[in-house]
Every structure is written in C-alpha cells, then in structure tokens.
C-alpha cells in the first residue's frame, strides 16, 4: 500500500529529503548546496592518503570544511586523520566485533537468544555499512552514526547496551553448555 501512496500524487518525502535523494544519483549536480557534504567528504577521504595527516592536522576537519565531522561524518574524519591504514584497521575492529557477535549465535543458548544476537549483529553491520557508504558517496546521506566512533551519547549508550546483551547471550550459552557436558553421578 506504500507503494500506491506516490503513484496517486501523495508527497511522501519533503523537500529536502527529495534533495538528498537525487543529489545522491547526481553528486556533481550542486557541489555548493546538497551535494557539499558528500564531496568535502570524499576529499577529506582522500586527503589521508596512507598514514593520515595526524590528529588535527586534516585541513576538511581542522577547518570545519567537512560538516559534522564528529558525528555523521565521523569515518571520513578519522580517514583524513588516520589514513588508509588507521581506516582499514577501524574495519579490521569492525570485522572482529560482527565475527564474535557470529559465534555468539552459534552459542546461543536457544532459538530466541540466536534471534536477538543475529539482530544485533546485522544493526550494527547496517550502521556500519551506511555510515561507511554515505561517507564514501556510495550512499545517501543519513543521520546514522558511526558505531563506537561518533560522538553522540544515545548511539554510544545503545551500542554498548547491545554488546552487553551480546555477552549476556555468550555467558547464558557457555554456561548451559557446560552443565550439558558434566557427566551423571
């Protein structure tokens, strides 16, 4: 039913949600307007180079060219910083935290608790994958922010309430395990 909602002439995204929307297909098409983020961001990207200009020392960041830095463009900001290789490492983290939040589904001690602990695990891919994609202009820009990384004390709280749940699950999983293998007496 959505999808009829915009075939009857119902406006369904405002103004500037529509500008995102097709400066995201057009990138070039306004580069002082709603296409400025994105292209200060690439550049800020690809300013790092290798090993990064050094903490404040990244002309997109130090001088505010690149727009919420902190937050919504926390990757582009520590790209510009720490370079390519501080950039891979933070994926490298990444890749960690989404493997052992995988074995926690496989440990999980139920069908319910391999639910949760694949739900946590695939938000925070998403985030990751958006935020990193919007970055990089492979995305439209949101406001979803960087997990672990960008400044923001909702985000921050809620992603750590996830990783406790992750835990939580491991620790009830493991232990369950371990009463299954004790022998009858």
């Known amino acids: ?110 069908a319910y608790s391999a639910i949760v602990a694949g739900g946590i695990v695939v938000a925070l891919l998403f985030q990751i994958f958006v935020n990193v994609g919007m970055t990089l202009g492979i995305a439209p820009i949101t406001g979803i922010p960087l997990p672990f990384v960008s400044v923001g004390g909702s985000s921050m709280i809620a992603n750590l309430l996830a990783i406790g749940i992750l835990q939580a699950i491991h620790l009830r999983g493991m232990s369950a395990r371990r009463v299954s293998r004790r022998p009858a007496r």
């Open 1 to 110: 039913i959505l999808w009829a909602l915009p075939a009857a002439g119902v406006q369904v995204l405002k103004p500037y949600q529509q500008a995102r929307l097709t400066s995201f297909t057009n990138p070039d098409s306004d580069p002082r307007g709603t296409t400025y983020n994105v292209n200060q961001s690439i550049l800020a990207v690809g300013s790092g180079g290798l090993d990064g200009r050094g903490v404040d020392q990244g002309t997109q960041t130090a001088l505010n060219f690149l727009p919420e830095h902190a937050t919504d463009f926390a990757f582009a900001s520590l790209a510009e910083q720490r370079g390519f290789l501080g950039a891979s490492f933070l994926l490298l983290l990444y890749l960690l935290v989404v493997w052992r939040g995988l074995k926690v589904v496989t440990v999980a001690r139920d």
